[in-house]
């Protein structure tokens, strides 16, 4: 028997997902009402949250925030059966994962910080990612569970807390990726470019693909072989800003991007490769 705590639309997938597996799940959620719509998929729904983890095995969570789990979880624990294990899937501070992985062994259950790079689709098909880090014995005990909900377990060593921090610097790229786009969208504005004709561009041309080579030449942390000088980049920045000025709009990333080129210029990397803006953070 399987627990679930949070039936949001991430763990409202998740625990159809099991259901159509033919998994039996029992079902909470602050808002008891998204928890009673799964009864219809075969789910069984409970108001009571301690009686909702009672006969679990195995509690997975979907939750807001560091504080809501640790609530959660307390509430929930006067139902726990010796040995539970408790697998949480939000997406939490370092520090938390690593305090309520502690904090529920000393109390004789297994607690495994599972976050993941899935949306409910996914959660829906089993595709996507889900990481993980910590214990091995447990992880490699819980794996067969944890790999029929998603596409691929990337499992990130024995450091507690590890996978709660490569989550948060993946969201950031994510964060930092709509922002970009948002500015592509707000210059197409300017220059009077429809946004289909842009989708187009991206259609053929995809830059994300280039990432890891990126990612790893920065790592590397050698600026002298430039594709692209920092001075040519800082140039066409300045014809993106003058253009959205020009015609009214307001950009939000390329403003301060283009503030951290003029620094590294200031200080002679003009004829570097323009990606050590990013020097500092290595």
Do not use: C
């Amino acid at each position: 028997m399987k627990a679930f705590l949070g039936t949001g639309l991430l763990g409202s997938n998740f625990v159809k997902a099991m259901l159509r597996r033919g998994e039996e799940v029992q079902v909470w959620n602050r808002t008891a009402s998204k928890a009673q719509l799964l009864e219809r998929d075969g789910a069984k729904a409970f108001e009571n949250i301690v009686d909702a983890v009672k006969g679990a095995n195995v509690i997975h969570l979907t939750l807001k925030d560091d504080a809501t789990v640790n609530e959660v979880l307390e509430a929930a624990s006067n139902g726990f059966a010796p040995g539970t294990a408790i697998i949480d899937h939000t997406t939490t501070s370092v520090e938390g994962a690593i305090e309520r992985t502690s904090f529920w062994k000393s109390k004789g259950f297994n607690y495994l910080h599972a976050p993941v790079f899935m949306g409910p689709a996914n959660a829906l098909d089993g595709s996507g990612n889900m990481l993980v880090s910590g214990d091995q014995a447990l992880i490699d005990k819980l794996g067969p569970e944890l790999a029929k909900m998603t596409g691929k377990l990337i499992n990130f060593g024995t450091e507690e807390g590890k996978a709660a921090g490569i989550k948060l610097i993946g969201n950031l790229f994510l964060i930092s990726l709509t922002a970009g786009l948002s500015d592509a969208l707000g210059l197409a504005k300017a220059l009077k470019i429809d946004s289909a004709e842009v989708a187009s561009l991206f259609g053929s041309w995809n830059p994300g693909a280039g990432v890891p080579v990126r990612f790893d030449k920065i790592r590397a942390g050698d600026f002298s072989q430039p594709s692209w000088e920092l001075d040519m980049a800082r140039k066409d920045a300045g014809l993106m800003l003058a253009a959205a000025q020009q015609n009214g709009v307001n950009l939000t990333v390329l403003p301060a991007v283009a503030a951290l080129m003029d620094n590294w210029i200031t200080k002679g990397h003009g004829s570097d490769d323009w990606s050590v803006i990013a020097k500092d953070n290595l």
